[in-house]
């Protein structure tokens, strides 16, 4: 191991006290660059490492808003823009009450090596709110989401940051912040994607990330010889990533029998398998109550069981899709004794990196979520593409081209991992792949 690498992430879990998340992404990440980092020293010398964990620029602010009954509330926002190297800060807002600077750290560090990873020109950051959107009126959100733009739009920009959405930030909390920004600079441009059809989003957006998993997760599966037709496969979560996931696993031929909720999970063995199941999801999801078990009273053959995750059942493949680290050393150790082969993630660090170890050293093949679940940043990228050339792509060319950088994704995470390891890791792969582009970009452009 570098002795470069552990001083660096000792200094970030100094600088950086309580963040425990934060800490979990730069070690996963940091831990697998040491070959790296033993074959070009320059960085070494350059600081690379140390200026890559420390954001450009980190802010954080109080909103201001009024409630239904005349209340004035204060939440806290923030945004962490990262790395801009190759492009502008790209990444999401999450509003939710669990919303805080480790977590930001964790989502934005990230960012920057899933951006790497698509090929396209846009660089890592990440923003928020401790604001939880479940509840509340239209009103309400509106009146939170202007205010939080009265701040935020100093720093961002369609040359400087392009926000998107996450977790509690859907099309109404994007159209409410795009309107807010308009205002405010009195000028019309692509500073936000995730917008609604009519005023400058992207076909394909609200799937692309579903679809980005399972091409990812076939690619993964061709490479080791297995087909995802006819796969069974579970996936947690029942959001846009769920649907989109199920979507694209329908057309492909797998049969998926879960999902799940803070509830509990959905065990439906005849198949999430037609779009009346599927488009289900978003009904659940738009009801506002945030649990799936509806689906069993909607569809009588299908069980819901409470208060548990959907990995303890059979199946080929699994691709977590909800939160991070919703599969733990315990759940790793299951996969491994029941000799399950394959898992790709879906959500934002699926995996604790203890779990990440357990299931690797027990053979699983596991597809990390900072190249699966890059299709939704990728399809973010050609709305900004789309806004500055005013111009409008089709379903199909989007889908085209989504797919396209999806096994372009993978090929760079396969031969990264075989140069620097010797063997297929897409977990390190990925790392090196996307940290490759970003080096280089950082070393050209001197000291900054």
Same mark, same amino acid.
């Given at each position: 191991?570098?002795?470069?690498?552990?001083?660096?992430?000792?200094?970030?879990?100094?600088?950086?006290?309580?963040?425990?998340?934060?800490?979990?992404?730069?070690?996963?990440?940091?831990?697998?660059?040491?070959?790296?980092?033993?074959?070009?020293?320059?960085?070494?010398?350059?600081?690379?490492?140390?200026?890559?964990?420390?954001?450009?620029?980190?802010?954080?602010?109080?909103?201001?808003?009024?409630?239904?009954?005349?209340?004035?509330?204060?939440?806290?926002?923030?945004?962490?823009?990262?790395?801009?190297?190759?492009?502008?800060?790209?990444?999401?807002?999450?509003?939710?009450?669990?919303?805080?600077?480790?977590?930001?750290?964790?989502?934005?560090?990230?960012?920057?090596?899933?951006?790497?990873?698509?090929?396209?020109?846009?660089?890592?950051?990440?923003?928020?709110?401790?604001?939880?959107?479940?509840?509340?009126?239209?009103?309400?959100?509106?009146?939170?989401?202007?205010?939080?733009?009265?701040?935020?739009?100093?720093?961002?920009?369609?040359?400087?940051?392009?926000?998107?959405?996450?977790?509690?930030?859907?099309?109404?909390?994007?159209?409410?912040?795009?309107?807010?920004?308009?205002?405010?600079?009195?000028?019309?441009?692509?500073?936000?994607?995730?917008?609604?059809?009519?005023?400058?989003?992207?076909?394909?957006?609200? +799937?692309?990330? *579903?679809? =980005?998993?399972?091409?990812? /997760?076939?690619?993964?599966? %061709?490479?080791? &010889? #297995?087909?995802?037709?006819?796969?069974?496969?579970?996936?947690?979560?029942?959001?846009?990533?769920?649907?989109?996931?199920?979507?694209?696993?329908?057309?492909?031929?797998?049969?998926?029998?879960?999902?799940?909720?803070?509830?509990?999970?959905?065990?439906?063995?005849?198949?999430?398998?037609?779009?009346?199941?599927?488009?289900?999801?978003? +009904?659940?999801? *738009?009801? =506002?109550?945030?649990?799936? /078990?509806?689906?069993?009273? %909607?569809?009588? &053959? #299908?069980?819901?069981?409470?208060?548990?995750?959907?990995?303890?059942?059979?199946?080929?493949?699994?691709?977590?899709?909800?939160?991070?680290?919703?599969?733990?050393?315990?759940?790793?150790?299951?996969?491994?004794?029941?000799?399950?082969?394959?898992?790709?993630?879906?959500?934002?660090?699926?995996?604790?990196?203890?779990?990440?170890?357990?299931?690797?050293? *027990?053979?699983?093949?596991?597809?990390?979520?900072?190249?699966?679940?890059?299709?939704?940043? #990728?399809?973010?990228?050609?709305?900004?593409?789309?806004?500055?050339?005013?111009?409008?792509?089709?379903?199909?060319?989007?889908?085209?081209?989504?797919?396209?950088?999806?096994?372009?994704?993978?090929?760079?995470?396969?031969?990264?991992?075989?140069?620097?390891?010797?063997?297929?890791?897409?977990?390190?792969?990925?790392?090196?792949?996307?940290?490759?582009?970003?080096?280089?970009?950082?070393?050209?452009?001197?000291?900054?």
């Amino acid at each position: 191991m570098s002795n470069y690498v552990e001083r660096v992430i000792e200094l970030c879990k100094q600088n950086n006290p309580g963040e425990v998340e934060f800490h979990q992404t730069i070690e996963e990440v940091l831990h697998s660059l040491a070959p790296v980092m033993e074959a070009h020293p320059e960085y070494e010398k350059a600081s690379l490492l140390e200026r890559l964990v420390e954001p450009e620029r980190g802010i954080t602010f109080r909103v201001c808003w009024i409630d239904d009954a005349g209340k004035v509330q204060v939440n806290k926002g923030y945004r962490y823009q990262f790395n801009s190297a190759i492009g502008p800060y790209k990444g999401g807002l999450r509003f939710a009450p669990s919303v805080n600077p480790g977590t930001v750290k964790f989502l934005g560090f990230e960012q920057i090596f899933k951006n790497s990873l698509t090929g396209l020109p846009i660089g890592g950051g990440k923003g928020g709110a401790d604001f939880d959107p479940n509840g509340k009126s239209d009103g309400e959100i509106m009146r939170f989401c202007q205010s939080f733009m009265d701040e935020l739009y100093r720093h961002v920009g369609p040359n400087t940051d392009v926000p998107a959405g996450d977790l509690g930030v859907g099309a109404r909390e994007i159209g409410y912040l795009f309107g807010q920004y308009k205002r405010l600079v009195n000028r019309y441009e692509g500073v936000l994607t995730g917008k609604g059809l009519s005023y400058g989003g992207c076909q394909g957006r609200t +799937e692309a990330t *579903g679809f =980005g998993i399972v091409w990812f /997760a076939q690619e993964m599966l %061709k490479a080791n &010889g #297995a087909d995802i037709k006819g796969m069974t496969v579970a996936i947690s979560g029942f959001g846009n990533v769920s649907w989109g996931t199920a979507w694209k696993l329908m057309d492909l031929g797998a049969k998926l029998i879960t999902i799940s909720g803070p509830d509990g999970y959905i065990l439906d063995e005849d198949g999430i398998n037609t779009r009346e199941k599927v488009d289900y999801l978003l +009904e659940l999801r *738009g009801s =506002g109550k945030n649990i799936c /078990a509806p689906y069993a009273d %909607k569809f009588p &053959g #299908a069980k819901f069981i409470a208060g548990k995750k959907p990995w303890e059942v059979k199946a080929d493949l699994y691709i977590p899709c909800a939160l991070q680290n919703e599969i733990r050393e315990e759940d790793a150790r299951s996969f491994v004794e029941r000799g399950v082969k394959f898992v790709c993630e879906g959500s934002n660090m699926s995996s604790t990196n203890e779990a990440i170890k357990i299931m690797q050293e *027990g053979g699983i093949i596991l597809g990390p979520s900072k190249a699966a679940n890059a299709g939704g940043v #990728a399809t973010s990228c050609l709305e900004m593409g789309q806004n500055a050339g005013h111009t409008v792509f089709s379903n199909e060319q989007v889908y085209e081209k989504l797919h396209g950088i999806m096994v372009y994704i993978h090929k760079n995470c396969e031969e990264a991992s075989k140069e620097y390891y010797g063997k297929y890791d897409l977990v390190a792969g990925a790392n090196i792949a996307g940290f490759k582009k970003i080096a280089q970009a950082m070393m050209a452009q001197g000291i900054v």
